[in-house]
């Protein structure tokens, strides 16, 4: 693996940095839910249930908060491939031995609000993009950053309903309809101890602009504040009419990677916070698996 990607992505590190225990569990309660001046805001209670916080999921693997997802279908959720690996930054891409028995998912859920009103549910199935997952020992193509993400299966016991599904706006870099400089929005479960109330157990968005087009058309980079645990949440664009996905918010790219220090930290200010652009292609991906 390469010291760029090991340095990029917003892996399992949760674990360890923040010790995030999951739902249920004691934490720290939330600070204030005022703006910060790099536009990240904690989502108050009162808003957990409109669009698009309700379609927002916390991804917990036993007894650790991991990553974000979000709600696709009646059944689905999308998250990071990363989330699932065993453990990337060593290399080792091989799904976790214990998915899917091991995994929870938290809808709209908030520590600060006292958790959720809704049901959490279990997962019956994974699917990982195999260009990102390894398969065995022969498979030689993996890791790419493009291929970074899943989709989480629930029982018919546990099934989301439409008003909580976020639509996926599919765009490809050469159509011009996300332009660098385009505002966008980012939402997850962040852990950081630099900011109060960022335990991974609570919901934050924050404001954001599509920047200029790397080496790579798949990828989509932004600004706006990510830390870890934000990893699979989406990246999304609200309009006022003429949505091009028949609702006021369309997903837009799914949050994989950022930037970090030297102290495994998400780096702040004008630093890379990268998403896999939902083209055509994954998003019919996701719709098939």
């Not at 004691?26 to 209670?45: E, F, H, I, Q």
């Not at 696709?72 to 028995?101: E, F, I, M, S």
């Not at 998912?105 to 959490?120: H, I, K, N, P």
């Not at 702040?268 to 994954?282: N, Q």
Request: hydrophobic residues 40%; glycine residues 10%; charged residues 20%.
């Amino acid at each position: 693996m390469s010291r760029s990607l090991a340095r990029l992505l917003l892996v399992l590190v949760l674990v360890v940095l923040a010790g995030a225990a999951a739902p249920g569990s004691a934490a720290a309660a939330p600070g204030s839910t005022a703006a910060a001046k790099d536009g990240r805001t904690l989502v108050n209670s009162s808003r957990l249930n409109a669009r698009p916080y309700r379609g927002m999921v916390l991804v917990a693997v036993g007894e650790r908060v991991v990553c974000t997802g979000f709600v696709v279908a009646p059944r689905k959720v999308v998250t990071a491939a990363h989330c699932l690996a065993r453990d990337p930054t060593a290399g080792n891409y091989r799904l976790r031995k214990d998915v899917p028995g091991v995994l929870r998912l938290y809808r709209a859920y908030s520590e600060g609000a006292g958790g959720s009103r809704y049901a959490s549910c279990t997962v019956s199935g994974v699917w990982a993009h195999p260009r990102f997952i390894r398969r065995n020992a022969r498979d030689k193509a993996y890791g790419s950053h493009a291929h970074d993400y899943a989709v989480l299966t629930v029982p018919n016991t546990c099934v989301y309903p439409q008003n909580a599904i976020m639509r996926m706006w599919s765009t490809e870099a050469s159509d011009g309809q996300i332009r660098p400089g385009s505002n966008v929005k980012l939402g997850g479960y962040p852990a950081d101890p630099r900011f109060n109330g960022m335990t991974g157990l609570n919901l934050w968005r924050t404001d954001g602009e599509v920047k200029p087009l790397g080496d790579d058309s798949r990828l989509l980079d932004t600004s706006g504040f990510v830390a870890q645990g934000m990893s699979g949440g989406p990246v999304w664009r609200t309009f006022d009419s003429d949505s091009p996905c028949g609702r006021p918010q369309c997903v837009v790219a799914i949050l994989t990677e950022c930037a970090v220090n030297g102290r495994g930290l998400c780096k702040l200010g004008d630093s890379t916070r990268r998403a896999i652009r939902i083209t055509p292609l994954v998003k019919r991906s996701i719709r098939r698996h």
